[in-house]
Structure formats: structure tokens, C-alpha cells
């Protein structure tokens, strides 16, 4: 086609400039460019909504219903009788806050969080080093055997610690009493909250292991060789390297898995209630555990549902910390 077919002007053998915007053909129909625009925007969100309303249904119904029991005084007899217990205001929160006990448990969950936190972390990512300077199939088989780990039920992982650390027939009370000059006949770990409650971390760092192991893994296969040659070259040494270069690389992942061992810890329950029978005593209250002794036990349901809430609201600010994360890796991609 010749200039000449389109009718316009040809300044030095170029067409002039197009024509106004008034004189351009528009679209219409169903297939016009704005409304395919409005259908690719609308179409993630219908694609999210039944995820969504899900979610609602199973958590959002839950917490508000905890909300609005944590403000009545619901006992057993409410239950059974089918009548509306009392609405109280904010005395089950002035209760629980008023209590000396309660913080007791606030401070050990706090101690025992950190515990199973910085060992998680530091286990982890050393193992995660490890498997990058190994062959490939040594790789493999540490894979395979995390990830048999993180698949095995925590009622079976449970009974294997109880047989270690059992008074009576226990492993390591046996392998400890072949050393010369020790005796750990009969031993009873869990006599010693702190003995006993180092030794449910000890459960719980085991379990989280895995999956901190292997994420940060593959955080490190992101790391290019040429920062890490170029440091070399430059005389810096296997710590200042991983310093200044590795770690910067792999900063969101760990922090992101590190907030979440935060979350995880702080909701212990199923560890305690299966090392101590289903009966822990008093020095080993963490604080899920507390919310459920108190509305399950002792029959107080509302103050249970109250704890809860205090729980969930001294977990948001690390929700919070956990979701700006989120939109700082997004903003940097």
C-alpha cells in the first residue's frame, strides 16, 4: 500500500502527523480494549473471593465469637442447661490482667519463645550451610532425611523423646550412666521445670528444623558466586563474606522464617500436654496452654476465651512486623 491510498499528506516522502484524537476510529462492542482491561483487573479477585470466604468461615467466625464470649461468664451449668450466661463487661480481662499468675506464664512463654527460636534459627541455618559445601547426593540424602522429619505425626515424635528421657528405661539416662563416675539410675528429668521444659524445646527445635533448613537452603543457591569470588579476591574470609555478602542476600528469607518461629513457638500446646500426660503441672504453663487449662479445666470458659484474645493481641504486633516484611520483599521485586 502507497502513501497515496491513505489519503494523506506526504511531507519529504513521510506521512504527516497522525490525525486528532477526534478523528480516530473508536471501538465498540465487547471487544473494545476498556472493557478487556476491566475484566483482566476484576478477574483476580473472583478467583480469590471463594479462598477468601473460607477463610472468613473458618477463622474470622471463631475470633468473633471468642470476642464476644470473652466479654460473659459462661460456665459448665450454662452449657448443660442451654441458658445465656451473664454479660460481665471487662471483668474477665481485669481478672486475668490482675493476676500475678498470668504474667508468670507470660514471662515463661517470653523465655521459652527465645529459647526455641535462636536454636531453631542457628541449627537451621547451619545445616542449610552445610548442604551447600557437600556433593549432590549427600545434599539429597539431608533432604530426605529433613524432610522425613517434618513429616513425622507429633504423637509419634512425642513418644520417641519420652522413651529417651524416661526415668525408668530411658536412653539417655543409660548412655550417661556409662560414663565413669555418673549415675543417672532412675533419673527423672521432668522433676526440674527447667530441665523438663529444656527438654520440650529441645522437641520443638527438632520438629521446626526442617523446614527452616531447607528454605534457607534455597535462599542460598540465590546468592550469585561472582560477590562471593570478588570478596575473596579482595581478601575477605569465610565469616566476613558470609557478613557482608551471603547473608545480606538470603536477610528477607530469614527474617520472614524467623517471624514466623516466633508465631509457631508462642502457640505450643500439643508438645507440653503429650510430654506431661495430658496433665502438665504449674511451672509448665506457657500461655495457649494456660487459655486452654482455664476454659477446659478449670471450666471457665470466658476467662479462657479472654486469654486467648490477650494472646492474639500480643501476637499482632508481630503479625504486623511479619506483614511489613512481606511488602517490602514486593516493593523490592
Known sequence: MSAADTHEPVVGGRPSSPPPASHRPVLTGPGRPGRRNHGRRTLPYLLIAPALLVMIAVLGYPLVDTLVLSFQDERRNNLWMGTSPPWVGLDQYTSVLGDGEFWGVVVRTALFVVVCVVGTMGLGL??????????????VTMSSV???????PLLVATSVFKFMFDSDYGLVDQLLTRLPGVDYTGHNWFLDPTTGMG?????VVWGAIPFIAISLHAALTQVPKELEEAARIDGAKGLGIFRFVTFPVIKPVFVMTSTLSVIWDFG????????????PEQDYQVLGLYAYTQAFTVNSFSRGAAIS????????????????QLLKIGEVE
Open 126 to 139: 547451619l545445616i542449610a550451610l552445610l548442604m551447600t559445601q557437600v556433593s549432590d547426593w549427600v545434599r
Open 146 to 152: 529433613l524432610i522425613a522429619v517434618w513429616a513425622m
Open 199 to 203: 527438654i520440650i524445646a529441645i522437641l
Open 268 to 279: 505450643v500446646l500439643g508438645q507440653i500436654l503429650l510430654m506431661r500426660n495430658g496433665t
Open 309 to 324: 484474645i490477650i494472646s492474639v493481641l500480643l501476637l499482632s504486633g508481630v503479625a504486623v512486623y511479619y506483614l511489613r
